[in-house]
């Protein structure tokens, strides 16, 4: 009874607090005091043949299927959309993705960084042409110019998966692909308006398949993915194989001090990351294993609580009543030799304050 009482408790917290934090919050506003940014703080490969960990990614919309080439990211119906994006960030590092782009005129295939004042470093295939990606970059959410884009010959995009690699540190931004330097963005020069637009804030990872080609957007960005989407041809189908992320930086979380948006305004807080915990943390165990670990010493104890609670019965309280003592004892056991072993109950109460998305069409522009 007491154990289903505080899973409620829990439930209610972890719930009242990921509503907290739901809003926007753009931490250049000098009106407003964000929450820090959950840290990747790690390496770690992902491979897109089975359900993601909810703690570290958000589905924002639509839905994913599984299959053994990897996770398909689907337009299915007029307007629809599919976006997921990573609760942790990174505060320079390298993405990876191996993918094939969806075919459609007006249908952006993109993988992109983008933090929460709005720099932004991206891949994006648009549909209507399959030899070939561009490249993009935004500074603090500017997009008076669209002269940033690079465009780079693939072959075969939709179908073959190719290794899409951004590196990206304080002096450089990198786009491979395959094992091919195919674009180099310094920190200061004049695209990045020598400095002050070069994106240097914690960034998440977005995958996204989305329509741009469709009334509500602006001339500019329907021209940009080739016109309106023919909505006859749905399903366009985007499929992730595999993701890398490194963080190049360790901590728990990420900070910005002050409003210029600078990465030397962004302060690392050290500790263990959740992100890290999640991912380093061990496959949930059986029963039959928990009972494993417990070892000799912890099994004698509850056969002896079990002989104990047998005596009981045999004075008296009937045997479905001692049963009911053998089962609560091995359960406390067991749930005393978890809390021993990793804090397991504590890990789940420290859900991080994940962010909600900054995910907007308007950085979008045409590129000539
Ligand atoms: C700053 O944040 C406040 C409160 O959330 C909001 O009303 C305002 O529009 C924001 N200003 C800018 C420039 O984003
Ligand atoms: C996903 O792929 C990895 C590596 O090929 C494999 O070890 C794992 O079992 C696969 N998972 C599923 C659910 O197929
Ligand atoms: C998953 O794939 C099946 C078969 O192709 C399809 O019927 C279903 O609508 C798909 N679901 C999503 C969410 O894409
Ligand atoms: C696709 O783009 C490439 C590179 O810009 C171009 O050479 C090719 O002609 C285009 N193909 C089509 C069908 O438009
Ligand atoms: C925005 O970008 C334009 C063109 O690159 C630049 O002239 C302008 O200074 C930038 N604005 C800010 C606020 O950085
Ligand atoms: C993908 O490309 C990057 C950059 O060339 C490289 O570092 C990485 O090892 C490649 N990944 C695979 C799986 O080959
Ligand atoms: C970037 O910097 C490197 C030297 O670090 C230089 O060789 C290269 O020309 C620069 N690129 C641009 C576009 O400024
Ligand atoms: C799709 O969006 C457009 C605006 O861009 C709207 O006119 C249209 O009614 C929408 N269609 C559906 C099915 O929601
Ligand atoms: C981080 O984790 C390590 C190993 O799990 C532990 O020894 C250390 O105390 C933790 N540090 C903090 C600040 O929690």
Known sequence: ??????????????????????????????????????????????????????????????????????????????????????????????????????????????????????????????????????????????????????????????????NYTIYWDKDRIEWWIDSDLRRTVNYSEPLTVYGKNYPQTPCRVKISNWPVGIASESLGNIEWGGGLVNWDDVPFIMTVQKLRVKDFHTGKEYKYTGTTGSYESIDVISGNSTAKKEIEKKPEETLAEKWDDLGEGAHIGVYVGAAAAAAIAIAGFGWWCARQRKAGRLQRALNDSAAGQSGAELTQMEKPEWRQSQWGQQSYQRVP
């Open 1 to 162: 009874m007491s154990f289903s009482i505080n899973t409620f408790f829990f439930s209610l917290i972890a719930f009242l607090a990921l509503r907290a934090v739901a809003a926007d919050c753009n931490p250049l506003n000098t009106t407003t005091t964000c929450s820090p940014d959950a840290a990747l703080s790690t390496e770690h490969t992902w491979l897109f043949n089975e359900t993601l960990d909810s703690t570290l990614w958000d589905m924002a919309t639509g839905e994913l299927n599984y299959t053994d080439k990897g996770a398909e990211f689907a337009i299915r119906s007029e307007n629809a959309s599919t976006l997921l994006q990573s609760n942790f960030y990174i505060f320079f590092g390298v993405m990876e993705v191996h993918a094939t782009m969806a075919v459609g005129r007006g249908i952006i295939s993109s993988v992109i960084l983008q933090s929460d004042d709005l720099d932004e470093i991206d891949w994006e295939w648009l549909g209507y042409n399959t030899s070939f990606v561009q490249s993009d970059f935004f500074g603090k959410g500017n997009t008076t110019t669209s002269n940033r884009g690079g465009t780079h010959l693939v072959s075969d995009a939709d179908t073959v998966f190719h």
